[in-house]
């Protein structure tokens, strides 16, 4: 069992950035592939950025890639989404979550998921 805990979201201006934290309970994190999803009102989740569980491969989302990173420090037990030059289309609640195996995935396909952490752009 993973249990999975964001942090970091908050308000901030067109063009700043944020970074976002989860840190997951268990022995075995180094051994999970990790996800970042959100979900804006109205709107269906979608997936941000994908880590493999080493943190060798990542995969974006065309919506944000270049300038969204993510990153893992496994010593650490925590996965992190560092947002740059941020829009006001990036307003959503941010999920974590993790599975096994890497690869490309849909939602219903990851096991454990954190609560979420809302992020705000304003313009």
């Known amino acids: 069992q993973v249990q999975l805990v964001e942090s970091g979201g908050g308000l901030v201006q067109a063009g700043g950035s944020l970074r976002l934290s989860c840190t997951a309970s268990?022995?075995?994190?180094?051994?999970?592939?990790l996800a970042w999803f959100r979900q804006a009102p109205g709107k269906e989740r979608e997936i941000v950025a994908t880590?493999?569980?080493?943190?060798?491969?990542?995969s974006y989302a065309d919506s944000v890639n270049g300038r969204f990173t993510i990153f893992r420090d496994n010593a650490k037990n925590t996965v992190y989404l560092q947002m740059d030059r941020l829009k006001p289309d990036d307003t959503a609640v941010y999920y974590c979550?993790?599975?096994?195996?890497?690869?490309?995935?849909?939602?219903?396909?990851?096991?454990?998921w954190g609560q979420g952490t809302q992020v705000t752009v304003s313009s």
């Open positions: 880590i493999n569980h080493s943190g060798t491969l990542t």
């Open positions: 979550a993790a599975r096994w195996i890497y690869g490309r995935a849909t939602a219903g396909e990851y096991d454990y």
């Open positions: 268990g022995r075995t994190f180094d051994t999970y592939s």
